[in-house]
């Protein structure tokens, strides 16, 4: 059974107004939003050991945005496009919008 | 040559097992295979002689012991296009009529939905959830459901996303794909949903608008130049899963002066699955305009010559069906009444 | 140029002695260790707006160690592996240790 702490890799769902996806469209529809999230812990190299310890030990600064991964990212394999209709009754389709599936990449 | 089930004679309900049983025996092949001729020959409008006529009578008449004779096909069956043809071999020689296709080649209705959703669970999700808001437009509500099922996500993007590929940059769209994803659409998604999103009750234009435009009509079926309704009918007759549906729309929508519910088969929800059946078709029928909820085909009687009067009823099927009306009021009355219950 | 502020994707050399890989190697050795660093936000699809905006808007809880990546990430795509000898003069390989090429991934 997934350790509660940090469960592994996997595609989420929420529930979100197309308004408040951020990408211009008005539309008052709601749409499914998968994302990908989850621990990539269990898979890692030597590098990713090795680079673990140097930024624990701040031998390497991870920079502001956090640019340094030291594991695998739980990212999206395959997209969905999500299709709605806005306020003006125009079909209007956003294109790998949704996570379809994830893995641990990299 | 019936299969045993059970030890009990049970009929193959649906034809590819029909026709199974038939090819196995000797005479049944060799009739059946007579009966491809004459359905060959028929698609092909070449005149029968009166040779040819009398084969396919005797052939029809050598059926009447045959599984093939009665069986059926299921709207979301697999390889639903090849039981539709073998429906149509046995049953071309039986349609008189140019225009009266007569009996549907589809399973009762009635026991066609296998899944059942618990819509008033889903309802309660919607009207609790802080997202939907209090959107007054019935459209817009039913395409929040639709957004808690899966499938009906997915489908939906599915048929919206090709029927619009290509038409936004002046292009011209892929009809044909177009009405594939629109008929799979109503055929996978659970009823709840495609009815709810079809037959919303609206009391505003814009409410009418997103109805009107639910089947992506500027793809699915509208074209610069209207046809006539007869090309229409031509071109759904020579398609097998065309023809089936109008068999099926003119079955159970078959309206009935006297009836009370203005229909002959008394079954508002076989119309209104027969109606949906319709989309994705030749003959894809949609609303009229955004303030009525008149529905019509795509297609007018000018200039039919002689042939005015067949047009007319085409026409007349879609437009002025008393029992398709009282259909999709009772179905629109109903979604009001649920949606009353929500708030 | 490349903007000072968040730099791109690319490998970074950093000389460090053996035993502070981690590794629990005993050398006295030092090695170059070669990691990715730098931002991937370039390449963005709807999917990582969308997440990036969700994440803004508190919507999407980002989890403890930050499991949910909205933008690809800077890993290695191809990697070396170091030789040294160790206090008992005994030669021995780290494979998949450092980084020899880096991308944005996922």
């Given amino acids: 059974a997934r350790?509660?702490?940090?469960?592994?890799?996997?595609?989420?769902?929420?529930?979100?107004?197309?308004?408040?996806?951020?990408?211009?469209?008005?539309?008052?529809?709601?749409?499914?939003?998968?994302?990908?999230?989850?621990?990539?812990?269990?898979?890692?190299?030597?590098?990713?050991?090795?680079l673990a310890t140097l930024l624990q030990e701040k031998a390497i600064k991870p920079?502001?945005?956090?640019?340094?991964?030291?594991?695998?990212?739980?990212?999206?394999?395959?997209?969905?496009?999500?299709?709605?209709?806005?306020?003006?009754?125009?079909?209007?389709?956003?294109?790998?919008?949704?996570?379809?599936?994830?893995?641990?990449?990299? | 040559l019936l299969c045993r089930a059970g030890g009990l004679l049970a009929l193959p309900r649906d034809c590819i097992a029909a026709e199974k049983?038939?090819?196995?025996?000797?005479?049944?092949?060799?009739?059946?295979?007579?009966?491809?001729?004459?359905?060959?020959?028929?698609?092909?409008?070449?005149?029968?002689?009166?040779?040819?006529?009398?084969?396919?009578?005797?052939?029809k008449l050598d059926l009447r012991s045959s599984p093939l004779l009665h069986c059926k096909c299921h709207r979301r069956m697999r390889r639903q296009k090849h039981c539709l043809r073998i429906y149509w071999t046995v049953h071309s020689s039986f349609t008189h009529g140019y225009f009266n296709l007569e009996t549907s080649p589809y399973e009762d209705p009635a026991n066609e939905e296998p899944w059942k959703i618990d819509y008033n669970k889903l309802a309660a999700l919607v009207s609790g959830s802080h997202l939907a808001g209090d959107s007054a437009n019935p459209c817009l509500k039913a395409t929040h459901f639709c957004s808690l099922n899966k499938k009906c996500v997915?489908?939906?993007?599915?048929?919206?996303?090709?029927?619009?590929?290509?038409?936004?940059?002046?292009?011209t769209c892929d009809q044909h794909k177009c009405h594939k994803r629109l008929r799979q659409f109503f055929e996978k998604v659970p009823e709840d949903f495609t009815k709810r999103l079809l037959f919303c009750p609206c009391q505003d234009e814009l409410c009418g608008e997103r109805r009107r435009k639910t089947i992506v009509p500027e793809c699915s079926f509208q074209d610069s130049i209207k046809p006539n309704c007869l090309l229409l009918l031509d071109s759904c007759i020579k398609d097998h899963i065309c023809k089936s549906r109008l068999a099926d729309f003119q079955q159970n929508c078959q309206p009935a002066g006297m009836s009370p519910d203005g229909c002959s088969q008394h079954n508002h929800a076989a119309c209104l699955q027969a109606y949906m059946g319709m989309i994705g078709t030749?003959?894809?029928?949609?609303?009229?305009?955004?303030?009525?909820?008149?529905?019509?085909?795509?297609?007018?009687?000018?200039?039919?010559?002689?042939?005015?009067?067949?047009?007319?009823?085409?026409?007349?099927?879609?437009?002025?069906?008393?029992?398709?009306?009282?259909t999709?009021?009772?179905q629109m009355h109903l979604s009001q009444a649920t949606l009353e219950g929500q708030e």
């Fill in chain 1, 3 to 50: 350790r509660r702490d940090s469960p592994n890799c996997t595609v989420r769902r929420l529930m979100v107004k197309v308004r408040d996806l951020g990408l211009g469209f008005d539309s008052d529809e709601i749409v499914p939003f998968k994302y990908c999230s989850g621990s990539c812990h269990r898979i890692r190299s030597n590098y990713d050991l090795t």
């Fill in chain 1, 63 to 106: 920079g502001p945005l956090g640019h340094v991964a030291s594991h695998p990212c739980c990212r999206p394999t395959r997209y969905e496009a999500v299709s709605f209709m806005n306020v003006h009754n125009t079909w209007q389709t956003v294109e790998k919008l949704s996570a379809a599936e994830c893995k641990c990449i990299g």
């Fill in chain 2, 21 to 59: 049983i038939c090819l196995m025996d000797p005479a049944c092949n060799a009739t059946y295979q007579a009966l491809e001729n004459c359905s060959l020959d028929k698609t092909r409008f070449l005149p029968l002689s009166l040779d040819a006529r009398t084969r396919c009578r005797d052939a």
């Fill in chain 2, 154 to 171: 997915h489908l939906r993007t599915y048929y919206a996303s090709s029927c619009t590929k290509g038409a936004e940059s002046g292009g």
């Fill in chain 2, 282 to 326: 030749a003959m894809t029928p949609n609303y009229v305009g955004n303030s009525s909820t008149e529905v019509s085909l795509w297609c007018t009687c000018k200039n039919s010559g002689n042939q005015q009067e067949e047009c007319d009823q085409i026409r007349s099927m879609f437009i002025s069906n008393k029992c398709l009306k009282n």
């Fill in chain 2, 328 to 330: 999709i009021q009772s």
